[in-house]
């Protein structure tokens, strides 16, 4: 199982940028679909997820109405639509695969790709 992430870049603040994660392995439509985010000095925290079941959606208070996560199941890769960008979303951006059953618990991850917001 491969999550590939390409992408990030740096960015001005107010900007949008866009992530996607491809995957390869797993179909993303059967995996909560995830992206965390990494700071300099701070713990890996959860920014959006996707369920597999229904494309319910979660968001970070801190993201909330400027982030947007979506799928594209033909293409299996999910997306990551960042607007309105702050200094503060500066961080290392994982996408993260999980699903869990009565048999365990699949967990994948991306190897990250830097976002950098700076003027």
């Known amino acids: 199982v491969q999550l590939v992430e390409p992408g990030g870049g740096s960015v001005q603040p107010g900007g949008p940028l866009s992530l996607s994660c491809e995957a390869y392995?797993?179909?993303?439509?059967?995996?909560?679909m995830s992206w965390y985010r990494q700071a300099p000095g701070k713990a890996r925290e959860l920014a959006a997820a996707?369920?597999?079941?229904?494309?319910?959606?979660n968001y970070a208070d801190s993201v909330k109405d400027r982030f947007t996560i979506t799928r594209d199941n033909t293409e299996n890769t999910v997306y990551l639509q960042m607007n309105s960008l702050k200094s503060e979303d500066t961080a290392v951006y994982f996408c993260n695969a999980r699903r869990s059953g009565w048999s365990g618990v699949w967990d994948y991850w991306g190897q990250g790709t830097q976002v950098t917001v700076s003027s």
């Open positions: 392995g797993i179909t993303v439509d059967s995996y909560e």
């Open positions: 996707l369920t597999s079941a229904g494309g319910s959606t």
